[in-house]
């Protein structure tokens, strides 16, 4: 007796994302499976619009890529929409920033480009939930301009959440909005905090009322984390005033 003989075939369909970073736009990831998009352009990962709430992202050249594109990143996964801030409206080069062994200051090689959404003397303060001013070299002299110090100052004053990491602290200085505050930035860069009134603190983020401070690049996942937090509390405090 002969048995009879089953024939199985399996077919399986492995999605293939296709993930695509452009600098000058948002970051789009499309699941290719049937042309299905899992994740609609101009939209976070809660569904909500980016449209809602817009933060300032401050840069110039020179600015850390790091300390740039890991808040530009994380902003838009929690669904805000970065608009990235410069003397102009153009292409910037960010560059990396790091300690070789045995030397006693960072050496700084090329990074990537990033291109401006809009120019210091067109930025409009009320229409922001809040502000980070990104470190790297470019703080040097960004902070001259008056344009970016009256953005910084108003939305200081009117209890929105601001954000510097590293060099950065060199922009609220200037501003003259660190007086009294307790915050944190790269040890070379203690002086400019301190003689503008500030208190220096050696810690990874400090938070100081609605000023949020990180000490440098490897600690943005705690800054991030911490001014998050003081972006929903304002939201929660302020209702519907950003949306």
Sequence with gaps: MMLPVYRYTFVT???IYLISFDFNHEVTSTLRCGGKKMIPKGQGTNGGSLATLKILLVIGDAAEVTDTLYPWMRLQEAGYQVVVAAPEVRNY????????????????????HLHSDIAFRDINPEEYAGLLVSGGRAPEYIRYDEHLIHAVRWLVET???VGSICHGIEVLATAGVIKGKQITTIAKC???AEVCGAMYVDAPVMVDGNIITARGARDGWQWMREYLKELDKTKISKGSIFS
């Design 13 to 15: 369909f492995l999605p």
């Design 93 to 112: 080069s960010l560059v990396q920033h790091e300690q070789p062994e045995g030397w006693d200051i960072t050496r700084e090689s090329p990074g990537y």
């Design 159 to 161: 209890g929105r959440p």
């Design 190 to 192: 203690r002086f400019d």
